[in-house]
């Protein structure tokens, strides 16, 4: 079965220092990835999947298939990017089941 | 336009009742989901529907029932609340399947089963 991990539960780092939020998955074909962020009094919303190779809010995260990594990843970091974020994981032709890892805290302190 | 609608926001139930959460959607999508939170465990999906009079199961759907008989309505029943299932109940809808389309949450139900 496919999994998701976040590795870090709390990434603290200072406004302006970059970010780097990893992901890993489990999964021997070719998954479809996302990342969802939850900020505080919030609902948890998509913030960006690797199928559209775009940047959110400055955020961007590149699919390696060989380390299976979606890391998101962002040059420097903001006080309103304090939320909490979860990557995602969707198998083709699974008829739409989502995965989610256990999601990374993200603090901005100045 | 209120999106994704849960009630209630949060219940205590005791061992063996059942409840029923609901959740609504106004925005005619086609696909919603239930999903528990628990910590350390991330969001897993329980059931799912890409449609009127179509369900299906997720990853934990043990004791849980759910229906579609409208396209806005996508309640999940606890039949016997048992204490594992005490947990932050997230609803979720798309325009189509989530591969695609953004899945739109709701702000969630606490269920704490004594």
Known sequence: ??????????????KGAPVELKCNY?????????????YSRQRLQLLLRHISR???KGFTA???????????????????????????????????????????????TL | NAGVTQTPKFQVLKTGQSMTLQCAQDMNHEYMSWYRQDPGMGLRLIHYSVGA????????????????????????????????QTSVYFCASSRGQPSNQPQHFGDGTRLSIL
């Open chain 2, 53 to 84: 009079g179509i369900t299906d199961q997720g990853e934990v759907p043990n004791g849980y029932n759910v229906s579609r008989s409208t396209t806005e309505d996508f309640p999940l029943r606890l039949l016997s609340a048992a204490p594992s």
């Open chain 1, 26 to 38: 489990s999964y021997s074909g070719s998954p479809e990835l996302f990342w969802y962020v939850q």
């Open chain 1, 1 to 14: 079965a496919q999994r998701v991990t976040q590795p870090e539960k709390l990434l603290s780092v200072f």
């Open chain 1, 54 to 56: 775009e940047s959110i």
């Open chain 1, 62 to 108: 590149d699919l390696n298939k060989g380390e299976t990594s979606f890391h998101l990843k962002k040059p420097f970091a903001q006080e309103e990017d304090s939320a909490m974020y979860y990557c995602a994981l969707m198998v083709t032709g699974t008829a739409s089941k989502l995965t989610f890892g256990t999601g990374t805290r993200l603090q901005v």
